[in-house]
């Protein structure tokens, strides 16, 4: 069965305490809202002044690259052979862009002459040796020297594996534009970036790189960073930063200049959910059915749990779910399998009254969980259903 197929026969409800009370799921279960993945790419395809590309690995999956594409969605910020052929397997009129600085040998050839790829990334001359010699064909590639810009603002840096300062760069545009390929720049502020002002600080940077190289670009990607909205970490509105990025656009004094974005996270974050299970209270320790290395992952190096305030469900004798009383407390939380780094960074807030077999709710759950997610020990979370 397709995918589109599939989807369309997963479970629906009304809401999650609707799909506790039917399925009593024993697994961990992600839920879709496919109305947040709607609202979540109108704001970017209405408020950023350019092609909005979405960050495939924030989350992969074809339930939620189904969602965008119905969502108007039509350009992807890919990064590796793997993601463009996923997504040209479900959408061959996608756009991909290749925005990976560094690429395994071969798989820039690939995607330039079996998916029509034209868009790539450098930060070192050996990488666009490369890339030129595996393309053959120069004529047709943007190439996008990526920028270094550690700016602070945001939860996980992502300067200091790519990106080169504005003197490598403009000697590397001039290699671009010396090869007959069109010069084009990118950078990306930081994962989670809470401050607008970071990318107007970054169009600065490109600034002065263009003026360093002499040579005028053809598009600017100001990457990604955009951040989500978890509760209880509410980041700026995001007109703040498009009115911010429009601001430092009008100051580049290049109106026709194609400028581009890629959300991963704003775009897959709101709109999966996840529901899991308490196998085990032990004292102030619960035991649930998913963790670490399951759809928890990424709280290794971001710790959001304080910042989800997560509902905690029962089922009563009747079958119906409810909260569960009591006053909230720290527990540590744990996850299925043997391994004890298999706990979340820091105690997440819960009714004292929890027990075992309730059930707690994780809301804005769509990004970096999907994708980050290993068999590990036997344990992979893969149920779905939709809510609408």
Not at 160 to 184: D, F, N
Not at 225 to 235: I, K, M, T
Not at 308 to 329: C, F, I, M, N, Q
Request: glycine share 8%; charged share 20%; proline share 8%.
């Amino acid at each position: 069965m397709n995918a589109p197929a599939a989807f369309e026969t997963l479970p629906r409800f009304a809401s999650a305490l609707k799909a506790i009370e039917s399925l009593k799921p024993s697994e961990p279960l992600y839920l879709v809202h496919p109305e947040k993945f709607a609202a979540a790419a109108k704001q970017f395809l209405d408020g950023f002044p350019g092609d909005v590309l979405y960050a495939v690995k924030a989350n992969p999956h074809p339930i939620a690259l189904i969602q965008l594409w119905n969502a108007g969605i039509r350009h992807f910020d890919t990064a590796s052979l793997g993601e463009i052929e996923v997504v040209k397997g479900l959408f061959p009129d996608a756009v991909c862009h290749f925005m990976a600085p560094v690429r395994l040998p071969g798989q820039a050839k690939a995607a330039f002459e079996k998916h029509s790829v034209n868009d790539f990334v450098v930060d070192s001359d050996s990488e666009l040796d490369k890339l030129l010699a595996e393309t053959g064909n120069p004529k047709r590639l943007r190439v996008f020297v990526r920028l270094v810009a550690q700016l602070g603002g945001a939860l996980l840096e992502m300067s200091s594996k790519y990106g080169c300062r504005p003197e490598e760069a403009a000697k590397l545009l001039k290699r671009v534009r010396a090869a007959g390929a069109q010069p084009c720049l990118t950078f990306h502020v930081g994962s989670q970036c809470l401050s607008p002002f970071s990318y107007a600080q970054a169009i600065e940077i490109a600034q002065r790189t263009i003026a360093l190289a002499g040579v005028e670009i053809t598009a600017l990607d100001v990457g990604g960073g955009f951040p989500a909205a978890y509760s209880g970490q509410e980041p700026p509105p995001y007109h703040w930063y498009f009115d911010m990025i429009k601001e430092a656009l009008n100051s580049l004094g290049r109106p026709n200049l194609n400028v581009m974005c890629e959300p991963g996270r704003a775009l897959s974050a709101p709109g999966i959910s996840l529901v899991a299970q308490v196998v085990m209270r032990r004292g102030d320790r619960l035991y649930l059915n998913d963790g670490i290395y399951g759809s928890f992952d990424e709280q290794r190096f971001t710790s959001f749990d304080e910042d989800y305030p997560p509902s905690a469900l029962t089922l009563d004798a009747k079958g119906k779910a409810k909260a569960v009383s009591g006053e909230k407390r720290p527990f540590s939380v744990y996850g299925p399998t043997c391994d004890s780094a298999d706990v979340l960074p820091r105690p997440v807030p819960l009714p004292d009254g929890i027990a075992n077999g309730d059930y707690i709710l994780f809301d804005a759950m769509g990004a970096y969980t999907v994708s980050s997610r290993s068999p590990f020990n036997g344990y992979y979370p893969d149920s779905w259903a939709v809510i609408a």
